[in-house]
């Protein structure tokens, strides 16, 4: 993952991340990120439950383009409201969108179409405060939004890119079109051709707090003990501190915590296809 | 068993249950409406059916306490796992009867702000943002929002629009290219506010047990219209109850502090 996140996340990249919503969540990533002081990020994703929050409060971030930033079931993100209420640590540029725009955005920038009209966003000021949205002809246009590098957390790949995912998708598979690169962090339907993946980094339990459909339900109690801690900036940097910066890497970080209760035990698995030919 | 028998929260979950006809398409979203889901289907509307913008379909409750709709057993069971767009897609058909948007502000014509409150430049707070909530907003037939019933949140009117309701009155949607009908209700901590059909301003309709118009007129930053036949919100039923302790055995959301 280190070598993943040095190569081809570079200082001011654009990323996409948490794109199956609340599943999925590229935490270990995310935190390399973090480790590494990467800067002047631009974050792109629908939702990303507390992973935006904390790039934010690590100061990585100069600008957001998402539909929310927060905590899904804890609320309000601290270190999002720091920097975009006080500039701390930082001075942060927010693109606001809905969760049906980010995914046109992605859209637009994968079929290399210059926009696309929709019908959403009509009277909401989102399309006023938001430079890459425009009303034209009672219509809203959302201008194309293309990472440079979307990371995806999936249950399985193999070493040549190819990847299955299973579960809702939310807007993968349009960030992993639009992006210039892909980097997939294991735990196949293949989502995406492997001449868009950069790398696949086998990252087991990588997306911890997040559920991951078959394997880990959500940790939810982490997710209450970051809301509370990170309700303050000192108490923000001590948990970063604890998760992160004092950890080498995402073993390490599973190694601190007891993730039996969270594990996945009903196994449910499908009907095989037949792609029999002859 | 006491007088309060049922926290605000459970009566709120009961009461937006209730809003949920048999046979519809319902947009459940988050928190509190994924429980009213629930109830609904295993009370009144067994052939009610759940969309999750994140991607998926279900027809019956989940199997166990959903954190977040993406929790496993909300993926368990469901009849189609797909991506974002193909929910929206059937949103911006008009196929979805019902949607929920959490609120954090809304005023007197039912325009929901979840994004800034002051200047957005420099926000005296920021919020979240939409997450799906303008789509819904937009492109649902009806929807309906719950929040905590206080003057900073029912304000005369939002500062920021994130998700529009009525806009500036009746009439509103339909000049500005709007698909869908607006909301419905707005179903709080103290009571319930709905809409006169064709869109318009709040009016008080229902007031939950244990509270008065008084009350809830004084907890409203608007001058709060009154319906003619305002009438108490009915309590949960032994049933209700009984089916959201079932989905949310712990309390998380219903008998949080």
């Known amino acids: 993952m280190a070598e993943a996140v040095a190569r081809f996340v570079p200082d001011g990249a654009t990323v996409a991340m948490g794109t199956a919503l609340e599943p999925a969540i590229p935490f270990a990533a995310g935190h390399e990120l973090i480790r590494q002081g990467r800067r002047d990020l631009t974050l792109v994703g629908p939702i990303s439950d507390s992973l935006f929050d904390q790039l934010v409060g690590a100061g990585c971030v100069a600008r957001i383009c998402a539909a929310w930033v927060g905590n899904v079931s804890e609320g309000l993100g601290h270190c999002y409201r720091r920097a975009t209420e006080r500039d701390e640590p930082r001075p942060i540029e927010v693109r606001d969108h809905s969760n049906f725009s980010i995914s046109l955005a992605l859209w637009a920038a994968a079929w290399g179409s210059p926009y696309l009209p929709t019908r959403t966003l009509l009277g909401s000021d989102i399309v006023t405060t938001n430079p890459d949205l425009v009303l034209a002809d009672g219509a809203v246009l959302v201008r194309p ?124 698995p499908s009907v095989p296809v037949d792609y029999g030919d002859e | 068993m006491s007088e309060a028998a049922y926290t605000a929260q459970e009566l709120m979950v009961a009461v937006a249950a209730r809003e949920i006809r048999d046979g519809e398409l319902v947009f459940a979203g988050m928190r509190l409406p994924v429980l009213a889901y629930g109830v609904a289907r295993s009370t009144h509307a067994p052939g009610a059916r759940a969309l999750y913008e994140l991607g998926l379909l279900r027809d019956q409750p989940p199997a166990g306490f959903l954190g977040t709709m993406g929790d496993p057993p909300n993926v368990a069971g469901a009849l189609w796992a797909t991506r974002l767009s193909n929910v929206m897609a059937l949103m911006a058909q008009g196929e979805v009867d019902l949607g929920f948007i959490g609120g954090a502000e809304v005023d007197r014509f039912g325009n929901l702000n979840t994004s800034y409150v002051g200047d957005p430049r420099r926000p005296r707070t920021k919020l979240p943002g939409s997450g799906g909530g303008a789509d819904i907003a937009i492109l649902s037939r009806r929807w309906v929002t719950l929040m905590a019933h206080e003057p900073r949140r029912l304000v005369e009117r939002v500062s920021y629009v994130t998700s529009p309701g009525h806009g500036d009155g009746e009439g509103w949607r339909q000049r500005h290219g709007l698909l869908g009908g607006g ?52 309590a949960p039923t032994a049933e209700e109850l009984a089916h959201i302790r079932r989905l949310d055995p712990d309390g998380f959301w219903t008998r949080r502090g």
């Open chain 2, 183 to 234: 909301p419905a209700a707005i179903v709080t901590t103290l009571a319930v506010l709905r809409f006169p059909a064709g869109g318009g301003e709040a009016f008080l309709a229902t007031v939950h047990p244990g509270h008065t118009v008084e009350e809830v007129r004084a907890a409203t930053g608007w001058d709060l219209r009154v319906a003619p036949d305002v009438a108490e919100t009915p």
């Open chain 1, 145 to 268: 939004v293309a990472p440079d590098v979307t990371i995806l957390h999936v249950q399985r790949a193999d070493a040549g890119g190819h990847a299955h995912a299973w579960g809702p998708l939310g807007i993968s598979e349009e960030a992993g079109l639009a992006a210039r690169r892909v980097i997939l962090s294991d735990p196949n339907r293949v989502l995406l051709p492997e001449s868009k993946v950069a790398a696949v980094v086998h990252e087991p339990g990588g997306a911890h707090p997040a559920p991951l459909q078959g394997h880990w339900r959500r940790d939810h109690a982490f997710h209450r003990a970051y809301a509370e801690r990170s309700r303050t900036a000192e108490g923000y940097r001590a948990w970063l501190d604890e998760w992160v910066l004092s950890v080498p890497d995402r073993a390490a970080y599973l190694a601190r915590l007891d993730l039996e209760p969270l594990r996945v035990r009903r196994r449910l």
